[in-house]
């Protein structure tokens, strides 16, 4: 499949399984092109890595402290993947969405 014609499919996610198995919360619609939903989620993970470097930039040295440091590196890696992706698309698509705004830059 060209990378143009690539679409998201349905995908349903947030599941609140005391509702039943098909209940959730949230989902992803199916024909957004796949350029716009990785740019919507790397710009959703470089806010969730800049929310999180700013809770823990004043916190004292503890487990806690340390939990959240570990999630900003694991959220920057997940970011940088997600980035890659997107750059590779953009390669294979250039124009995919002309009136995007182009990818920010993962808070460091």
């Known amino acids: 499949m060209e990378i143009d014609r690539m679409k998201t499919t349905n995908t349903r996610f947030s599941e609140i399984p005391v509702l039943g198995e098909d209940a959730n919360f949230f989902s992803v619609n199916a ?5 716009f939903a990785l740019n919507e989620a790397a710009s959703m993970a470089s806010s969730a890595i800049e929310t999180l470097v700013n809770a823990a930039s004043n916190l004292e040295p503890t487990s806690d402290a340390s939990a959240i440091h570990c999630a900003i590196y694991t959220l920057k890696s997940a970011c940088g993947l997600i980035e890659s992706v997107v750059r590779a698309v953009e390669v294979a698509d250039p124009a995919p969405n002309p009136d995007a705004e182009p990818m920010s830059e993962v808070a460091e």
């Open 31 to 35: 024909g957004i092109p796949v350029g």
